[in-house]
C-alpha cells in the first residue's frame, strides 16, 4: 500500500495494492494488520454505505462530542472528496482538500476526527463505503454549509447540486458557535 501524505499531516491519501487482470481486479479494501503495518492504529467499529446519483452533494458533516475517524472510498462510479480542516487553533483552520475517489483509481481517504467531510458524486450513481471509528450518534450530528462561500470549495458538479434539507440548512462556519467546534492539539 501505498500512502501519500497531504497537507494536513493527519489526513491521509491510501493507495492499496490492486490486482488487475482481463477478469477485472481484486483488492483488500482493508486489513487491520495491513494498515497498522502503515502506521493507522485506528479502530473501526462502524462501516456505512451510501448511494447516491449524480451531483448529490452529501456533507459537510462532522460529530463533536464522539467524533468519527472515517476511512472512505468509492465502490461504484466516481466523486469527489473533500475534507476540510474545521478545528478550533489549527493552521490550516478553514481549508479544504479534495480527492477524486473512483472505482478506477480504487484510492481511499482517512478523514480524522474534527475535520468536517462530505462529497460530491461525479458519475451517473457512486456507491461510497466509510469505515467510522467511531458509532453514529445523530443527536452528535453538526454541518456546516457545503457552498459557504468562505471556503470556496469547487464540488465539481455539472449541474444544479443536489442537497438535502438538512444540508442545505446548515450554518456557514463563521457562524457556527466556538462550543461547536472541535479543537486543535499538536
Not at 490486482?19 to 479494501?29: A, C, I, Q, S, T
Not at 485506528?42 to 448511494?51: A, I, K, P, R, T
Not at 448529490?56 to 462532522?62: D, E, N, P, Q
Not at 461504484?76 to 479544504?96: E, N, T
Request: proline share 6%; glycine share 6%.
Amino acid at each position: 500500500m501505498n500512502i501519500v501524505p497531504t497537507r494536513f499531516p493527519q489526513v491521509l491519501l491510501l493507495e492499496p495494492k490492486v490486482f488487475k487482470d482481463h477478469r477485472g481486479f481484486f483488492m483488500e479494501l482493508y486489513s487491520q494488520a495491513r494498515y497498522r503495518e502503515a502506521g493507522m492504529r485506528e479502530n473501526f467499529v462502524q462501516d456505512n454505505l451510501s448511494v447516491s446519483i449524480k451531483n448529490v452533494v452529501r456533507g459537510l458533516h462532522y460529530q463533536l462530542n464522539n467524533p468519527q475517524g472515517k476511512l472512505v472510498s468509492v465502490l461504484s462510479g466516481k466523486a469527489l472528496d473533500v475534507v476540510v480542516d474545521i478545528r478550533q487553533g489549527s493552521p490550516h483552520f478553514g481549508q479544504w482538500l479534495s480527492f477524486e475517489l473512483s472505482e478506477e483509481n480504487c484510492r481511499q481517504v482517512y478523514v480524522p476526527p474534527g475535520f468536517a467531510h462530505g462529497y460530491c458524486a461525479l458519475s451517473e450513481k457512486v456507491i461510497f463505503h466509510y469505515q467510522c471509528t467511531d458509532y453514529y450518534r445523530p443527536e452528535d450530528e453538526f454541518s456546516l454549509l457545503w457552498s459557504d462561500a468562505d471556503l470556496g470549495i469547487s464540488w465539481q458538479q455539472q449541474g444544479e447540486a443536489l442537497v438535502s434539507p438538512k444540508d442545505g440548512a446548515a450554518p456557514l462556519l463563521k457562524d457556527i458557535p466556538t462550543k461547536n467546534l472541535p479543537v486543535y492539539s499538536a
